[in-house]
């Protein structure tokens, strides 16, 4: 049994509003405010709850990070000629209207940063508030994965190819909450400070995370009549809304393989498929057709993180249906350019698609992606929710970076769950990434991914790469560098 669409909506607007209040007051000249912020345990949650809530902001993966600027880079969507998104998809970094979204993608990122070490700056002077076991741990271990999170975002936004690095500095890694200057990093001193706070991360919730030992439909209805889930902080609950354990783990994967350690990257993407609830069924399960004929389009059951958004309904209204965001009048050059042979299986090109007809305007076609009913009775059917990361990156990332049979089992694995045809991989590794970075295109449309995924080697073109315009990968650091 599942929480009422009104419990559900009234945890999450008190979980939401209590923080947006509290957070809005902490303000960096005010040291009082922000003291008495973090002298309960209640205090230290609601602050970290305000710095999710920022992640969500139209800057961030509320839009640009997701369907908009991001996806923009690698022209997903049809754009208005001399507009600042058809600048952004012929890399005009230069135009004042394409500097000024990506430094506001920029500060935001950064002032996220800023937030969550505010809550780090206090928590260890103020650990004896924390009144619930394993909440000091919780709080701690989020915060460094958020940190991470984001930061590992701002260099592969604004750092070098990875392939093509130099010992020059690039941007600040953040640790502190001060008004002093932080000096930028190399692209190898980023990736320690990265991975040494997600393995702080890792230490701090692996025996303490109730993902660990719960599903995320239990964890999704504490104190459910049919589990045995009680948790003694409701904080506890809802933990594919945080950055739990298992989210870092994959964003680990995910760094490794940006950071090219190839055995790293594999070890973690299948500790993160391989994982298992008590009753032996996978913990993160591909979703199938039958998510889709339910209106699942973003397969909330793949989401290892992700970030639940009351707006994406009206969100998902204006951006789509209206729309401001399609590729195309038809299906032409989604199912021969972005699926190509096969797509009249592939679950993709069958169902995340649709055609919009306005009058006047004709026909646009959009994502059904995000889709979304406006209110849910039970909290496991909504799906309003922006995904963070999915286990289908760790499939592909095993197929991508793991030996010939393991690689070979998650591409099977893969292929039926989407519909597909599991051929045999090719031998050579490089044609096998270049099969993957295709299902990257496919897998991830809308959820800013595609760019990261060219990016990391260096892709010499993309799908519908804009004639005539060189493709550059490193978004300038903006000139009015935010680093507070």
């Excluded at 909330?300 to 309904?313: A, G």
């Excluded at 797509?343 to 059904?368: C, M, Q």
């Amino acid at each position: 049994m599942s929480f009422s669409k009104y419990t559900w909506v009234a945890v999450l607007i008190a979980i939401s509003t209590a923080s947006c209040k509290k957070w809005l007051d902490v303000q960096p000249k005010t040291e009082m405010r922000r003291d008495e912020l973090f002298t309960t345990q209640t205090g230290f949650q609601d602050a970290l709850s305000g710095a999710y809530i920022k992640l969500k902001d139209a800057d961030l993966y509320g839009y640009n990070l997701t369907i908009g600027a991001l996806e923009h880079l690698v022209s997903s969507w049809d754009v208005v000629a001399n507009s600042t998104n058809q600048r952004i998809n012929r890399f005009i970094y230069q135009d004042a209207g394409v500097e000024s979204a990506f430094s506001q993608i920029f500060s935001k990122q950064y002032n996220v940063i800023a937030s969550v070490n505010a809550i780090l700056d206090q928590i260890e002077t103020k650990k004896s508030v924390f009144s619930t076991p394993g909440m000091y741990e919780m709080i701690k271990g989020e915060c460094l994965a958020l940190r991470a999170y984001v930061h590992f975002d701002l260099l592969r936004l604004y750092g070098p190819v990875p392939v093509n690095t130099t010992g020059e500095p690039i941007i600040p890694y953040v640790k502190t909450l001060s008004i002093d200057h932080n000096p930028r990093l190399s692209f190898e001193a980023f990736k320690n400070a990265v991975m040494a706070d997600l393995e702080e991360a890792d230490k701090l919730l692996k025996n303490i995370d109730p993902v660990l030992q719960y599903s995320l439909v239990v964890l999704l209805n504490p104190n459910g009549p049919l589990n045995d889930f009680r948790p003694d902080d409701p904080y506890k609950a809802f933990r594919q809304f945080r950055m739990n354990y298992y989210a870092v783990k994959a964003l680990q994967a995910r760094a490794w393989a940006w950071f090219g350690d190839k055995q790293k990257a594999f070890e973690l993407a299948k500790l993160v498929v391989d994982a298992k609830n008590s009753d032996g069924t996978s913990k993160f399960a591909l979703g199938t057709d039958a998510d889709m004929v339910k209106g699942d389009f973003v397969l909330t059951r793949e989401h290892i993180w992700s970030l639940y958004d009351f707006e994406l309904f009206r969100k998902y209204t204006d951006y789509f249906k209206n729309p401001q965001l399609y590729k195309g009048k038809n299906d032409a050059a989604i199912k021969t350019d972005l699926y190509g042979a096969g797509s009249e299986k592939d679950i993709r090109a069958l169902k995340l698609w649709e055609p919009v007809v306005l009058n006047p305007g004709g026909n646009f076609y959009v994502t059904k992606k995000y889709s979304s009913a406006e209110r849910y009775e039970f909290a496991s059917d909504d799906t309003k929710r922006w995904p963070m990361l999915r286990i289908s990156e760790m499939y592909l990332l095993m197929v991508e970076c793991g030996p010939a049979a393991d690689a070979q089992a998650a591409w099977n694995a893969f292929c039926i769950a989407r519909g597909m045809v599991a051929a045999q991989l090719p031998a050579d590794p490089a044609a096998v990434t270049t099969l993957v970075n295709k299902e990257f295109r496919k897998e991830f449309f809308a959820e800013g991914q595609a760019f990261y995924a060219y990016k990391r080697i260096n892709a010499p073109t993309f799908l519908w790469a804009p004639p005539g315009f060189a493709i550059n990968y490193v978004v300038p650091v903006p000139r009015n560098e935010f680093t507070r």
